[in-house]
């Protein structure tokens, strides 16, 4: 049964069971992060794009107050500068990616490292059971020595299989949260550039609207 298996595997054996449970944790608070941060950014850019054109930004903004995502996190931050230029835009919104990037890499370094380590604490385990098999060989009846020597490394195998699965599941996790944060990040880089770019526009053009009314009525009057 499992008790017997750990109790034969040995000290190693826990510290293996110790270390999946560790990576398992932060696993789990992850997958639980990343999920929350994630968001449709098609989606939610069309929304912000519609709201930004029919000139009402602080609906786009309470929006994105609602979502818990990284991606309107950082679309707010450039919706508060909306009245200014395209310039202090782009700081607002860089600031702000500079801000949650971080939040991606956490942790997963930690995750990682109890991936690969699982593997060679395993095969540590092994190595000290093998020696332990061998060395009781020394003293035990001839006859009973190929026996001995079977169960000694049936024994010390067990902590490289529960490394090996340790490190399979983990590292599973690992690239799954991977491609996970690289998708997140992605869509924080694409849209944020595209909203700079619609609020930097839509200001160019709202600036020039008054001169080319003026430039009308100066034709007007002067055709009087």
Not at 28 to 56: H, I, Q, T
Not at 75 to 80: A, F, I, P, R
Request: glycine share 6%; net charge neutral; hydrophobic share 45%.
């Amino acid at each position: 049964d499992v008790a017997t298996f750990f109790h034969e595997g040995g000290f190693f054996s826990y510290v293996v069971l110790a270390t999946w449970l560790l990576g398992t944790v932060i696993a789990v608070e992850r997958f639980k992060k990343f999920y929350a941060w994630d968001v449709d950014g098609p989606s939610l850019m069309d929304m912000v794009k519609r709201n930004v054109l029919m000139n009402e930004v602080q609906k786009a903004i309470q929006a994105c107050s609602n979502s818990k995502s990284l991606l309107a996190y950082v679309l707010k931050s450039g919706l508060k500068r909306a009245n200014q230029n395209k310039e202090q835009i782009q700081d607002a919104v860089e600031s702000s990616i500079l801000e949650v990037s971080p939040k991606l890499e956490k942790r997963m370094g930690q995750l990682a490292l109890c991936s690969s380590i699982s593997t060679l604490l395993g095969l540590l385990g092994t190595i000290r059971g093998l020696i332990e098999s061998f060395g009781s060989l020394a003293n035990a009846d001839p006859a009973t020595k190929q026996k001995l020597l079977a169960l000694g490394v049936s024994i010390a195998m067990n902590t490289t299989a529960l490394g090996l699965l340790s490190s399979v599941t983990l590292l599973v996790a690992h690239q799954t949260l991977t491609a996970k944060g690289e998708k997140i990040q992605a869509e924080i880089d694409e849209f944020a550039a595209k909203l700079v770019d619609l609020l930097g526009t839509k200001k160019h053009l709202n600036t020039l609207q008054p001169k080319e009314t003026d430039s009308a009525s100066d034709d007007t009057s002067n055709a009087a």
